[in-house]
């Protein structure tokens, strides 16, 4: 059986520079910002047009504002920021999830969202300092945050995570449906990187612990961020030996099946099956195992949870 090749996945695109070195100064940030392309997000959701991102120059939005407005970085001389407002402020606007809107948007677009909503949901979870409870502001652009009493800063944290491909001997796949889904619907198994963990080992110990078998082969295929709220995923596949041994843990997982491509094929066309979202790695990494005609025979209903 050959591995499967480095994913390319939707969410991994990035076309942006980042321009960390332009983060501290605060009078480019205020100037940049009249003709900077301005995204809006608000309680997880983007303005948008149709199934893009809204864009707007920042001087139509009045003045920079340092606790709400973040820059994203700059392409092709071009600055960008993200607005963070609270719902009620963008009421009127068409607001959509990056769920919905992913698989429509430009590579640019892709790597300002997951960006964008990345800072956002850490301002919103952060607002407090970690070590004395006081107040926090915002600093460098949006990517710090300063302690008001101690001065200590505080940075945004990612939450790595391993999503498995799990393959038998005679090329099967190995899906799982936790508890909290939808019925008939199935995906890859994964789970967060402990602390002391390598990803190796935590492949080895979520797929034990969720589907009871043992890993012979492990090879690495991608990884993309999963800003729902904070992750990183660390997308591999295995070969276990023991697919004997394959049962579901029953508390996290309620079920698990064995899956020949035909058997696939068939489940999706008899609906018993449904697969996870186009813009997650689970569902690349099934494209890519099922291999050519995946754009045709795995079409059907599907499902973020």
Known sequence: MAPIKPLKLPLAASQVDRSAHLRSDEGYLKSAWSSALVI???????ATSGDQLSLVAGATLGEYQSQSDYFLGIKDEQAFF????????GSKLEL???????VHLSPRDIGLSVH??????????HPRCAQCGAATTVISGGSVRRCLIDQSEHYPRTDGAVIVLVKD?????????????????????AGFVE??????????????????????????????PWPFPASLMIAFEALTNTPQLARPDGEEIEEIRWFSRAEMKAAILDKSLILPLEISVAR??????????????????????
Request: hydrophobic share 35%; net charge negative; proline share 4%.
């Open 116 to 125: 964008a909503q990345g800072l956002a949901n850490w301002h919103t979870k």
């Open 40 to 46: 809006t997000f608000m309680d997880e959701k983007f």
């Open 284 to 305: 690349q990494m099934i494209k890519a195992w099922y291999g050519p005609g995946a754009e045709v025979d795995l079409i059907g209903s599907e499902s973020w949870r």
């Open 169 to 189: 001997d005679q090329d099967r796949v190995l899906l799982g449906r936790q508890k909290v889904w939808p019925k008939y619907r199935f995906s890859t198994f």
């Open 82 to 89: 993200v607005r963070h407002l609270p719902l009620e402020e």
């Open 195 to 224: 602390p002391g963990e390598s990803f190796e080992h935590c492949v080895v110990r979520e797929v034990r612990e969720e589907a009871g078998v043992e890993l012979s082969q492990i090879n690495y295929l991608g990884s993309q």
């Open 96 to 102: 959509k999830t990056l769920r919905e809107i992913g």
